[in-house]
């Protein structure tokens, strides 16, 4: 959610609102006046030690004499606004990322981005490119993988943290404290080390931490292109600053070193033979591709640092941990990733509504959608009890205690509005009101073919009787129920000929919808003042 921003155009206005309520952060842009912003953060700071201070600068020239200023101490970050609106988000989510990194690294493991610069000029450049790339990232994520909005939110909160340090000692303690969450590092080559400018402390700074994680993907940005040649005897990327194509050679590296795009399957000579651009594509190319192309990419250790990049962190981890030399032939090795990832897709829809796939696994976990649509009553219910059940740990509670719950499938609404336009029976609906002559007319109507293709796949794996039950948007409403109006119906699912066992629950699904117009349902709605027409019907199907 966007921050609520109070502006004002005074230091004593500032300081007004500061004493109304509480604020989390104070920026302050520099207009004519050079000492304005200097005596506002200062008065700021005497009285709100604990409100960080952020001074926004108009231009690039004003940076020298700011710096110069020896009341700087006053300011906590010196931004550049070069006309480019994004610098806000940047600064806010760069504050976000110093408060919340210790407990998101601990709670949930989220990866880091470290960005050794010491010119406000760069980083002022660097931080908006850097988090508009995890959002996008984060956002086609979401849109491949989220299920609810709480999913949604972990998502974000599970983005990479991005820290940003001025010298070569601030560098080497985020890199000791969060040493086994950095996802990359991106430095300049000169900056200060133990308080004095020092040419080369970012090669130092490279060399040491190649040595402790040598995989790790670094940049090394500078306006010398002499540089370059000492970054390629250290197999690091080199980016010039003064390159007109600087933001690009930066995206750049964070689609294809980072795993922030697609995954490029590629073979052993560096040719793409494949694409990924979600988790479900890159585990059904991961079954397909040629042998070299997983040796290719099992050595560079790609496949973790993809995943590592969406913030599939569990299982990246696990991934990361095996290498190719582990295992006997490529063939090992690509059962055990599938088989990763099918173990951490299972655990990851424990509990939660998941769209019907061929490839999935019909599992108790979780409620599997076959077609859109609300889930009705019934179906919110069950669909929430099933969550708690498998996301809320009761033996903490009651020792001892097994609470299961059937295999379940929920139709959506969709497809009852479907089924009624498409043959046609809203006229038969409200010009008879004989309930048997309805049912026959449902029972010769036809279900879409994508629901009829899916009951196949489904009556074949489940071998028990099966509960057809309504699930209508008023049953278990709080003020009036729909408890008993509607029909269910048990089909045994156990006759030899499948073709009849498919005509059983069809039939049963056709006559729970018919049974939205029975005599009762009719009273019932009349009863209680609404229309017939408001209702619409979706199905639970369980073992």
């Not at 991106?186 to 931490?209: P, Q, T, Y």
């Not at 070193?257 to 990924?276: Q, T, V, W």
């Not at 979600?278 to 591709?289: D, G, P």
């Not at 139709?411 to 409200?430: R, V």
């Amino acid at each position: 959610s966007t921050p609520r921003i109070t502006g004002v155009s005074s230091g004593s206005e500032a300081i007004v609102e500061l004493n109304g309520r509480h604020f989390d952060l104070v920026i302050i842009m520099k207009g004519v006046d050079d000492r304005m912003p200097i005596e506002v953060s200062e008065t700021v700071k005497r009285e709100f030690p604990y409100i960080p201070v952020y001074l926004l600068l108009n231009n690039n020239k004003d940076i020298a004499l700011m710096e110069g200023n020896g009341s700087i101490l006053s300011i906590d970050k010196i931004f550049v606004w070069n006309g480019d609106s994004k610098i806000f988000f940047a600064m806010i989510k760069h504050l976000e990322d110093k408060v919340n990194v210790e407990n998101d690294t601990k709670v949930g493991m989220v990866r880091i981005i470290l960005l050794v610069e010491d010119s406000a000029k760069y980083y002022s450049r660097y931080l908006p490119l850097l988090y508009t790339s995890l959002m996008e990232q984060t956002k086609r994520i979401i849109d491949d993988v989220s299920s609810d909005e709480q999913h949604k939110l972990l998502r974000m909160r599970a983005r990479p943290k991005i820290l940003q340090v001025t010298n070569y000692e601030e560098a080497i303690s985020i890199f000791n404290k969060y040493r086994d969450y950095m996802l990359c590092l991106i430095s300049d080559v000169k900056f200060k080390r133990n308080g004095k400018l020092h040419e080369e402390a970012g090669f130092d700074l490279i060399r040491h931490i190649k040595n402790e994680l040598p995989d790790l993907p670094i940049i090394v940005q500078s306006s010398d292109i002499k540089n370059q040649k000492k970054a390629y005897k250290l197999k690091v990327f080199f980016i010039d600053k003064n390159s007109d194509s600087l933001l690009q050679d930066i995206k750049s590296f964070i689609r294809h070193y980072l795993g922030f795009g697609n995954f490029i399957y590629k073979d052993s000579r560096g040719r793409e033979i494949a694409i990924a651009k979600s988790l479900r594509e890159f585990e059904k190319n991961l079954s397909k591709i040629p042998d070299e192309s997983i040796l290719y990419h099992g050595n560079k250790n790609h496949f973790s640092q993809w995943l590592m990049a969406r913030g599939e962190i569990k299982v990246a981890k696990i991934i990361q941990i095996a290498t190719v030399a582990d295992f006997n032939d490529p063939g090992e090795l690509r059962k055990y990733l599938l088989k990763i990832i099918q173990e951490y897709r299972t655990e990851s829809n424990r509990g939660k509504i998941i769209p019907y796939e061929e490839s999935s696994v019909l599992d108790e976990t979780n409620v599997t959608n076959l077609a859109d649509g609300s889930l009705g009553g019934k179906g919110r219910g069950l669909a929430f009890i099933n969550n708690l059940l498998y996301d809320f740990d009761l033996t903490k509670f009651v020792p001892g205690i097994n609470i299961r719950a059937p295999r379940t499938l929920v139709i959506g609404t969709d497809e009852f509005e479907y089924f009624l336009e498409k043959n046609n029976l809203y006229q038969q609906i409200f010009s008879n009101r004989s309930y048997e002559l309805v049912k026959e007319s449902f029972l010769h109507a036809e279900l879409s073919d994508a629901l009829v293709k899916k009951l196949k796949k489904i009556l074949k794996l489940l071998c028990k009787p099966i509960a057809v039950r309504s699930s209508g948007l008023f049953e278990d409403s709080l003020m009036q129920p729909f408890a008993g109006i509607f029909e269910t119906y048990i089909i045994p699912n156990n006759h030899p000929d499948f073709e009849v066992r498919l005509k059983q629950a069809m039939d049963a699904i056709k006559l729970v919808y018919a049974s939205v117009f029975s005599k009762t349902a009719r009273g019932y709605v009349e009863a209680i003042n609404y229309k017939i027409e408001e209702e619409k019907m979706a199905i639970v199907l369980q073992e």
